[in-house]
């Protein structure tokens, strides 16, 4: 099943990955950005029980790295598991389109025939032509709905209950790619719509995210203000419960907000002209753009760009790499970056073969490419991402240390994926897809 | 000499320097004579009022001029249309029309811009209306630049169509644009966060248009203060049959198993046991405005008001109620059918049940355009909807509508009628409300229902 695994895995990282940005000071997001990740694939490759099953044993094995109670850990396993309940179609299969053929295939039958057994007969037939079963097309109708409401609390006036609940929102916002999220409210056409005005002044009054769009009873928010991310919350949750307290609200949801335009993320901008602004394109270069305008946003708005990509050195590193000779990779990697490859030195990049087979990629972290492996540090320099790199490598090594090798069925093998390292692709339509930077195989 | 008055637009005010004392002395008027500022709403009345008085002034505050347009062919109004426009023209080109869905409230607003020959706004409630309105304006002025606001885009024409959230965002900016605004579904407009569109807009003619404007005075005074009086209404009952297709309404009331029946019986016992040991009556909006502000400050409150959402959605999630729309789904199964659900998550459930397309705020435009115009053609016989089409979408074909859950709103329950009244060749429409027994869901319905097309 790793195989399997593994070789979707890989499937999806050849259609492009998703950046991944969590803050370094918090070993419980980076866990649990590593084993969604383990999830995502094995939804990929076995479908959502598959998943399930996967993130259920790592989660056995997750001693709580940071010390946090009991409640913030359950409500990490159960946000974890929410998100991987999802099944996640290939990304060249567009999933309106598959809902059209499906939904008109039925109506070209009497619906008694439908209801007597024709719905299987159907979905059959549609899977058949996308090489995949009647199950996994049943799942994938609507599995790219965002349902789930992370929060959704009667008791959303309890601070600790909303710190807690904003915890597991800000982990699965992180994890979504987006850093923006979208609160609806039940209640009186009235009172909702004083409480838009209402939480949008007292979030503006403590710098907290600003509302980037409103619509009736859901307005969006972009960004969690400055300062650390307890604080974050703790000063969101209190704003908002000062914001509505007095209002006969019958309910309040915060959901993550991933925002998809003409098949492409929009990652929204921090500057109030363009909150749309950065929508994630198709080409790698762009995306390496707008990867860097999202790190800026997670990283808190306040940090550098990272430094362009040094021209010499990525040349270099190409040259290294394109003189790569067959054969099977060692474990050392070369020091100077402009000497070439030693005879005995490792070729790189690896191919995802010899990747794949070799036994001591367990020991570093490793970026893959679309169709090459690399060393973390080489693709600092290739990709030119400096700051975005150090970023993870300050993270990934926390992310582990408390339980690492990660015991996953059948294998304790364990390799860190970087994939692209600034690139934000998805596939279209599947923001499920976005968790797919950190794979853990 | 005295210098003339001049009249300004700026950040959605109408500024007046060297204004008249008695201009002054206007309500809502900040500042003085030499630097007066009063909501862009006034600059009709301000104006008028100037040439009653014979002051001369300089009118440097519109930033827009006639048009020259004409409407393109094709049917001529009917004799209520006529009516309506005569109406609101004699009204000063100002005041609601209220008609029924499907009656053909967007061919008065057709007949209000020829006749006005001003740049015009359109603000209609969802990005759905916005691409409705747009390529009917583009039907009715072939030659017109059009415009839209919202949904990503921010594009001026001569006649634009934006979004209500567009337009309360943006007029202050571009209020003085217009010379017509039309309010599409104008019930929306007096909400707080919306009535900014009007009152930031310097227009002096205004067209409201609504199929339910609704009973409640203060709302109606608000839309006379923003728009004008309502200056012509026709009911759905006074069209039905002519203009309207004739329909039945139907109620199937259903039985909850006895499982559903338990567990409804103890939500509500709890609930209710809340509501007497806490002194509460919910029996008025503000009654129960009390009740969910203080029960969410106590843990035994909000676990009443958890009992109470229970109890509520055994009741519109009943098991019976399912089983009952299969048997109408397939008894209507050539004809074109809306199902509305009061939630998504119902929605959804219908839809991968019986492969029926589903539209939410979820369903992105593209998906939402496809799957219409689908129906429309035929290719699709059935699409299940939350909310997100209880108003303005214009799906003639659509024959039954199958209500499976709904909220207490008489304007939800009539928007919901209307969306299968639009006439289409001799179609009879049909509206099944299918109603758990015994639950509260049956005063739910009574409530929504009073409104005389369902008497």
Known sequence: MLTALTDDALAVSRRGEALRLLPSDNRMQGCAAALLEVAHHAAAAGGGHVAQAVLARALSELRDPSGSSDRVRSGLSQTLLALCAVDLPPPDLDRTSLRLEVFTRAAERPFARLLAGERAA????????????????????????????????????????????????????????????????????????????????????????????????????????????????????????????????????????????????????????HPEAAAVPSTLLQARLSGKRALRLALGGDEPLPRAPDKAQASAQRSLGAARAAGRATASRPTDEHAGPADNAPQLPLSLSEFAQSDTTQQQGWVLSERAAWPIDEVVEQEGARTLIQHVELWYPRMFAPWSPLRLPGSARLAVRLTSAASLLAPKGSPRALLGHIEVI | MNAPTRLGFSDGGLRVSGAPAWLAA???????????????????????????????????????????????????????????????????????????????????????????????????????????????????????????????????????????????????????????????????????????????????????????????????????????????????????????????????????????????????????????????????????????????????????????????????????????????????????????????????????????PVITHHTAAAERRAVLDAFKAGALRAVVTSKVLNEGVDVPEASVAIILSGSGSVREHVQRLGRVLRKHEAKRARLYEIIAAETTEVGTSERRRAHRAYR
């Not at chain 1, 209190?238 to 007095?246: F, G, M, N, S, V």
């Not at chain 2, 069209?239 to 139907?250: E, M, P, Q, S, T």
């Not at chain 2, 029946?261 to 509500?268: D, L, M, P, T």
């Not at chain 2, 089983?323 to 998550?345: C, G, I, P, S």
Request: charged share 25%.
């Open chain 1, 122 to 273: 159907i979905l059959r037939r549609i899977g058949e032509s996308h090489g995949v079963s009647a199950a996994r097309i049943d799942a994938w109708l609507f599995s790219d709905v965002p349902s789930e409401r992370l929060l959704s609390l009667p008791a959303w006036r309890e601070p600790e209950a909303l710190v807690a609940a904003w915890h597991r929102l800000t982990l699965a916002t992180l994890l979504a790619g987006s850093l923006s999220f979208r609160i609806e409210v039940e209640g009186f056409e009235q009172a909702s719509s004083r409480a838009v005005d209402a939480v949008a002044q007292a979030f503006a009054a403590q710098g907290l995210p600003r509302v980037v769009e409103r619509a009736g009873r859901v307005w969006r928010f972009c960004g969690l203000g400055a300062g650390g991310v307890k604080a974050r919350k703790r000063r969101l949750a209190q704003a908002l419960i000062q914001a509505c307290a007095d209002l006969p609200l019958e309910r309040l949801h915060v959901s993550l907000e991933t925002r998809w335009k003409d098949g492409k993320l929009v990652v929204l901008d921090s500057q109030p002209s």
């Open chain 2, 26 to 356: 206007l309500p809502g008027a900040r500042g003085n004579r030499a630097s007066l500022t009063l909501p862009a709403s006034a600059y009709a009345s301000v104006v008028l009022a100037l040439r009653a008085h014979g002051d001369t002034y300089v009118d440097e505050a519109r930033a827009f001029a006639p048009l020259t347009l004409t409407r393109a062919g094709g049917h001529p109004p009917r004799g209520y249309q006529k009516e309506a426009l005569a109406a609101w023209h004699e009204a000063g080109r100002r005041g609601v029309v209220v008609l029924p869905t499907g009656a053909g409230k967007s061919f008065v607003a057709e007949l209000a811009i020829a006749l006005v020959k001003r740049p015009s706004l359109v603000v209609v409630p969802t990005l759905e209306l916005v691409s409705q309105w747009l390529r009917g304006l583009a039907l009715a002025f072939p030659d017109v630049a059009l415009g839209q606001l919202g949904g990503g885009v921010r594009r001026l024409g001569d006649l634009t169509v934006a979004t209500y959230d567009s337009a309360a965002l943006m007029m202050r900016d571009l209020g003085d644009r217009f010379g017509l605004v039309i309010f599409d579904e104008c019930h929306h407009l007096p909400a707080p966060v919306f009535r900014v569109a009007a009152e930031c807009a310097l227009a002096p003619f205004r067209l409201g248009l609504s199929a339910t404007p609704g009973d409640d005075p203060d709302r109606q005074a608000q839309l006379t203060e923003l728009i004008g009086e309502l200056v012509y209404e026709q009911t759905i009952t006074e069209l039905r049959g002519a203009f309207l297709a004739d329909y039945d309404v139907i109620q199937v009331p259903v039985e909850l198993d006895p499982g559903e029946r338990r567990r409804y019986e103890e939500a509500r016992a709890h609930y209710l046991g809340y509501l007497r040991s806490a002194g509460f009556k919910t029996d008025s909006a503000d009654g129960w405005q009390r009740f969910v502000r203080e029960a969410a400050r106590t843990q035994e409150g909000r676990s009443a008001l958890e009992s109470f959402r229970l109890q509520r959605s055994i009741a519109f999630e009943a098991s019976a109620k399912f089983d009952v729309l299969l048997r109408l789904l397939e008894r209507h199964d050539n004809e074109r059918k809306l199902v509305f659900t009061q939630d998504n998550a119902a929605a959804y459930r219908v839809g991968r049940h019986c492969l029926l």
